[in-house]
Structure formats: C-alpha cells, structure tokens
C-alpha cells in the first residue's frame, strides 16, 4: 500500500507541472490549445529517444526535453496570429494526433507500438521515495516560477491578451509576441513533465500521449479553475484520487475503464454547469 | 505635454477603405491640431469608427497616409501605431473583465510588459500607484482598484475605459462617443473633463453624436458622410452649414 501511496504522489505530482504549465496557455493566456498531451509526449520522447539511443547524459536529455516542445508550441501559438478559434483548436488537436502518429511510425528509433523501455535515470532516482522528493521538489520549483511569471507585468500583459485581444493591442501590446512566449513557457514546463513521466515509468508508448491524456488534462486545469495555478494542482491531485480510488471498487474487470471516464466526465460536465470557475480558478470557462 | 499652437500633430490624407463594395471611407483627409479638441461627427453609418479604426490600425487600409508628429504610421501595425503614440477608447467599451481596475491603469502605463526577458520576471516600478491614483483622480471613478472590471456598472466602465486611455502614454488622445448611453449628470462631467484635459495640455479627437456635447467642448468639427470629410472647421459655422443639416437630417 506505501508503495501504491508514493506512486500515486509521484504521478500527481508531475501531471501536476503540466496542468500549471497548461493553465499558463488556456487560464491566464486564453489560449485555448489541445495540444497538451502531444507536448508531455514531445518532451518524454525527446528525454527517451536522446538518452536511449544517442547515450546522451541525464542533464543535456533534459534540457533538449524542454527546448524542443517548446519550440513547437511556440510555433503553434504564431500560427494563432491567423488561425483562431475553432481553427485554432483544430489545429492543436491535429498536433496532438501527427505527434502519436510520427511515434508511432517511426519504429526505426521508437520501436513504434512496441514502446521504448529501460529509459535511463539518475541512479539515485532508482529509490521511489527519493523519486517522489525529486518530483515534488520540481513541482515546487515549477509553482514558484510560473507564480513568479504570472505575478508579474508580463503576466498582467497575458491576462489582457485573454480579456480583450484589440484593447490590449490599442495600448501597445505586442500580442503575437505574448502568445507565444507564454506558449513556449507552457512548452518548458510541459516538456519538463513529459520528461519526468518517462523517468519515472522507464516506459512508454505512444497510446500513453493520445487524447485520453489530453481530456484528463483538460478536466485537471478546468476542474482546479482556470487562471490558478494553485487550482491546478488541486484539480489534478483530486482528479487523479477519483480515477485511482476507482480501482479499488469491485467493478467487472471489463467495465471499469469505462466507468471511470464517465465518472470523470461527469464530473468535469456538472463543473463545467455549475462553476465555470472550477474549485478556486479566477476566469470562467466559456 | 504643452505643445506648440497651431501645429498639426495627426496628418490623415487620401485615407480609403471598402468592405466589398461599400466605401465605408472613401478617399478621406482630414488633420488635427494639437492642443485642440477636434470632433468628428456626421450621420450613422458615415465611417467615423471605420476611420480611427484606420488611424489606429486596427482594420487595414486600402490606401491613403497617416502621419502622427511627424512620424508615418502608415506601414505600422496596430499596436506600434499605439506605442508610437496613439491612444484610444471604443464605441462599445472594450475592459479587461477578469482584471481589477488597478491591473488596467498599470497595464495602461508599462510599456515593455508584452516582453517576457524584460518584465517576466520583474516587479512593478512604484511610479504605476502613483500615476494610477492621479489619474483615478482626475477622472473620479470611485471605486477602490481592486475592484473587477466585470463589477463595475456601465457608466463606471465607460470611465475607466477613458482613464485607460489617458494613463496610456500618448499624443493624441481619441475617443469614440465617451458620451454614448450614460446618463445626464455623468455627461455632464465628462463636459468638464475634457476641458480639464485641454486645459492641461491634450489633444483630443472624439467622435461623438451629441451635438450639445460638441458644442460645448469642441475647438474644431469635421464632419463626415459616406465615407467622404463633408466640412470642417469651427462650430458654429459648421453645424450651420446647410450641406451638414442635409446630411444629418436627409432633406
């Protein structure tokens, strides 16, 4: 059970970091993209593919791990100068999906369905109990920057972008250059969560990064209420407990998968009905 | 920020623009003198929102200049057209709704918030309180700035989106219908703000229907229909003119 405990913390504690760095783009940019669980993906790929077949030190596999989704996010949130709305989305969703298509197809460095395993880690992080410290300590970490970005002009400048896109602009805001700078700081974090998921499974496959991810995301951040980060974490710590505590109901073996997206999506659905701000958010989900 | 009498800080020439066939301006000029408060009026539908939105950048043109202090704007977006030093309000006010009243005026004041290496991490400078307070002040909205735009009523709005503009650094202030759908005693002060503001130094473009209001506050009239600069000049001589009766009235 203690060792259930510390990999359900563990797990929290990372789709923790990709919620806030989510809410950054959707919460306090209005940037609504579905690209959320493609960039965990980019990341963790990234950290896999460099450490595995390129023997690529812990450290640099890390940093390319949080450069390269933020590159792409940064330029799916320019592609935003002219595609918006509905489009936008779409587009973002089509990322999502051209992401598990090229992991799974490029089987000659991803071994494709099959999945990567024996991702390389850090031998201290062996131990779960200090894997679990190593992932709350950057959740923290992650807390204290995107608070510090949010809290700052730049991050005033994101929630006008959100509120009014022409008003902000009549004031001298560079608003491509906002959103896409906040999509790449989105990009890091979520790179960053990608990459620590990898490490701590030592496996993974493209299915992990499809669109059950990206929904389970979504209710995370709009469940904790967007433009909060502390809601954030919230949501997905709450959210996760839901899902795991289902587990533990002695359901048929076949039906249980499916119960507990319905029971997910219901709760996200009364939320979404009833607290358009989730739990403790700050901005009302349209 | 006094400037010279009789120098002409916005310079618009031969300013056109179609939405399929309609010439919602077409081929207009006009300029503003600084120091002077300059309405533009004319009938509905004439293209005065159209034509700031030009200035201003935020619909493109399809042809003609625009010129602010001696600087072509012409071939600049929106946003450095407002850095360059245009500031403005909208027809249908346009808040920050999940922003408190203080988040605007600062917003309104910092100039490298949109970059991230220079304000990402940064703190606000202490002279944002100072300046939001002044201009609270001058405008006299109430309400302590802490308060949501979302919870403001709409005259309230309409004020905080005028002191949005004044605190934004600018030359030319302009102001579509600051008057629009308030009531008496509010319009009544926004009489006397802008003379406060003339008095101070600004320079002032307004659009606005309310001929009493024009009036009363306005050096210079340009008055537009169809698209096209009817007349202008002062007043009195302007609302005379029969050719702008027609126009306002259809005879």
Same mark, same amino acid.
């Given at each position: ?65 949080? /450069?390269?989704?933020?590159? =792409?996010?940064?330029? *799916? $949130?320019?592609?935003?100068?002219? %595609?918006?709305?509905?489009? +936008?989305? @779409? ?96 990009? /890091?974090?979520?790179?960053? =969560?990608?990459?620590? *998921? $990898?490490?701590?499974?030592?496996? %993974?496959?493209?299915?992990? +990064?499809? @669109? ?75 | ?251």
């Amino acid at each position: 059970m203690e060792a259930y405990f510390i990999y359900f913390l563990t797990l929290a504690a990372i789709f923790a970091i990709g919620t806030m760095a989510y809410n950054v783009s959707a919460g306090y940019t209005g940037l609504f993209t579905l690209a959320q669980a493609g960039l965990l993906g980019v990341g963790a790929y990234t950290y896999a593919l460099l450490t595995i077949n390129l023997h690529w030190t812990f450290v640099t596999a890390l940093a390319a791990a949080l /450069v390269v989704p933020a590159i =792409a996010n940064g330029i *799916l $949130a320019y592609a935003s100068k002219k %595609i918006r709305g509905d489009a +936008f989305a @779409i587009l973002t969703l089509w990322f999502g999906f051209v992401v598990v298509t090229l992991f799974l197809n490029w089987r000659g460095a991803t071994r494709g369905a099959l999945g990567l395993n024996g991702i390389p880690r850090p031998e201290f992080l062996d131990d779960t109990f200090l894997f679990l410290l190593f992932a709350v300590l950057l959740t923290a970490l992650s807390y204290i920057v995107l608070r510090r970005i949010v809290s700052s002009p730049f991050g005033r400048a994101l929630g006008a972008v959100r509120d009014d896109e022409v008003a902000a602009v009549a004031l001298g805001k560079d608003v491509t250059r906002l959103r896409v700078t906040s999509a790449v700081v989105n990009g /890091v974090f979520a790179g960053l =969560a990608g990459a620590l *998921l $990898a490490m701590f499974l030592g496996y %993974i496959n493209p299915t992990l +990064f499809d @669109i059950t991810l990206l929904v389970q995301f979504i209710g995370y951040m709009v469940v904790g209420g967007l433009g909060s980060l502390e809601g954030s974490i919230l949501g997905t710590v709450l959210l996760l407990a839901v899902r795991e505590a289902i587990r533990f109901v002695p359901l048929d073996p076949e039906l249980v998968g499916a119960i507990r997206e319905i029971i997910f999506a219901s709760i996200l659905g009364l939320v979404i009905l009833y607290r358009p701000r989730g739990l403790i958010g700050k901005v009302e989900l349209e | 920020m006094p400037c010279p009498h009789n120098m002409m800080i916005l310079s618009v020439k031969n300013l056109s623009k179609a939405f399929g066939g309609v010439h919602a301006v077409d081929d207009c000029s006009f300029s503003v003198e600084s120091g002077q408060i300059t309405a533009l009026i004319g009938p509905n539908g004439a293209g005065k929102t159209t034509a700031f939105n030009l200035i201003s950048g935020l619909t493109e043109s399809d042809g003609g200049t625009v010129v602010l202090d001696g600087v072509d704007l012409t071939n600049l977006s929106a946003h450095r057209r407002a850095k360059a030093g245009l500031s403005r309000t909208f027809q249908l006010v346009r808040l920050f709704k999940n922003l408190m009243i203080r988040e605007h005026l600062y917003l309104a004041t910092s100039e490298n918030d949109d970059r991230f290496l220079a304000s990402g991490f940064a703190s606000d400078a202490g002279h944002l309180e100072t300046k939001m307070q002044e201009t609270l002040q001058l405008v006299g909205l109430d309400k302590p700035p802490s308060t949501l735009a979302l919870e403001l009523s709409y005259g309230q709005q309409k004020i905080l989106d005028l002191a949005r503009a004044l605190a934004k650094p600018h030359k030319l202030l302009m102001l579509d219908e600051p008057v629009a759908g308030i009531n008496p005693v509010l319009r009544d002060r926004f009489k006397t703000l802008l003379k406060q503001l003339k008095a101070r130094g600004e320079t002032i473009l307004v659009i606005e229907h309310d001929m009493d209001f024009v009036r009363s506050v306005a050096d210079q009239v340009i008055v537009m229909d169809q698209g096209r600069v009817l007349a202008e000049g002062e007043p009195e001589a302007v609302l005379s003119d029969k050719r702008v009766l027609e126009a306002y009235l259809g005879t």
